[in-house]
């Protein structure tokens, strides 16, 4: 819970996965629109990609040989559509390393940092450390859809802007499509990865030129 809340500083409020272009090009302008477009990138974008990542690697540290953990780091590095979004994703998973080993450090999480040789994106540094650390892949996949989540809704929030409540209901009728994307990311194979939110990485790709910007992303 402390490493999946707002509070944990991996700078995840600094970043908005497209959404502030997405805004200002009218795609998004209320909290209908900002629902329906959170919803597609759960189920057919980043949501699910990330979620099947983040179990990938959990399972790679927990199995005896550590087999695959290479390989599913560099696939899931490899597998984001700009470079706003490599830079979203990569700068939240050196934070969540570093700070893990800071505070939060025990016998085998350097070994299982220096298996993947590379990039740690976000979703494979929490699959990681929660592994290394004998957290149950279900509960930190459930945490880490509700950080996702909160967080996209908070920059869709002070983009628009909405209200507080507003931005709760948005989070309470996304709950069936987290759920959802939770149990396909559960039980997929790297073979099943694949988006189809071509407008949301269209837009993390004309964020990168947005003229006035208040995101990284």
Same mark, same amino acid.
């Given at each position: 819970?402390?490493?999946?809340?707002?509070?944990?500083?991996?700078?995840?409020?600094?970043?908005?996965?497209?959404?502030?272009? /997405?805004?200002? &090009?009218?795609?998004?302008?209320?909290? $209908?629109? *900002? #629902? =329906?477009?959170? +919803?597609?990138?759960? @189920?057919?974008?980043?949501?699910?990609?990330?979620?099947?990542?983040?179990?990938? /690697?959990?399972? &790679?540290?927990?199995?005896?040989?550590? $087999?695959? *953990? #290479? =390989?599913?780091? +560099?696939?899931?590095? @490899?597998?984001?559509?700009?470079?706003?979004?490599?830079?979203?994703?990569?700068?939240?998973?050196? &934070?969540?390393?570093?700070?893990?080993? $800071?505070?939060?450090?025990?016998?085998?999480?350097?070994?299982?940092?220096?298996?993947?040789?590379?990039?740690?994106?976000?979703?494979?540094?929490?699959?990681?450390?929660?592994?290394?650390?004998?957290?149950?892949?279900?509960?930190?996949?459930?945490?880490?859809?509700?950080?996702?989540?909160?967080?996209?809704?908070?920059?869709?929030?002070?983009?628009?802007?909405?209200?507080?409540?507003?931005?709760?209901?948005?989070?309470?009728?996304?709950?069936?499509?987290?759920?959802?994307?939770?149990?396909?990311?559960?039980?997929?194979?790297?073979?099943?990865?694949?988006?189809?939110?071509?407008?949301?990485?269209?837009?993390?790709?004309?964020?990168?030129?947005?003229?006035?910007?208040?995101?990284?992303?």
């Amino acid at each position: 819970m402390t490493w999946l809340s707002p509070a944990f500083p991996v700078g995840a409020f600094s970043y908005s996965s497209g959404i502030e272009w /997405a805004v200002e &090009a009218g795609d998004i302008g209320d909290a $209908a629109s *900002l #629902r =329906d477009w959170l +919803e597609s990138m759960l @189920a057919d974008g980043p949501g699910f990609c990330d979620g099947v990542f983040l179990a990938h /690697a959990h399972r &790679a540290v927990s199995s005896p040989e550590k $087999a695959g *953990l #290479r =390989d599913v780091a +560099e696939l899931a590095a @490899a597998f984001v559509p700009s470079r706003e979004r490599q830079l979203e994703t990569s700068a939240q998973g050196r &934070a969540f390393i570093e700070i893990a080993r $800071a505070a939060w450090n025990c016998n085998g999480l350097d070994q299982m940092v220096s298996c993947c040789d590379g990039i740690i994106v976000y979703p494979v540094a929490v699959g990681v450390v929660s592994a290394v650390h004998g957290l149950p892949l279900v509960p930190t996949m459930h945490a880490f859809f509700h950080a996702l989540t909160s967080n996209w809704i908070s920059a869709g929030a002070r983009l628009i802007p909405l209200g507080q409540t507003d931005s709760q209901r948005v989070l309470a009728l996304l709950e069936p499509a987290v759920a959802a994307t939770i149990k396909r990311a559960l039980g997929a194979s790297l073979d099943d990865l694949g988006s189809a939110t071509f407008r949301a990485d269209l837009a993390s790709l004309r964020h990168e030129t947005q003229y006035t910007r208040l995101f990284r992303s």
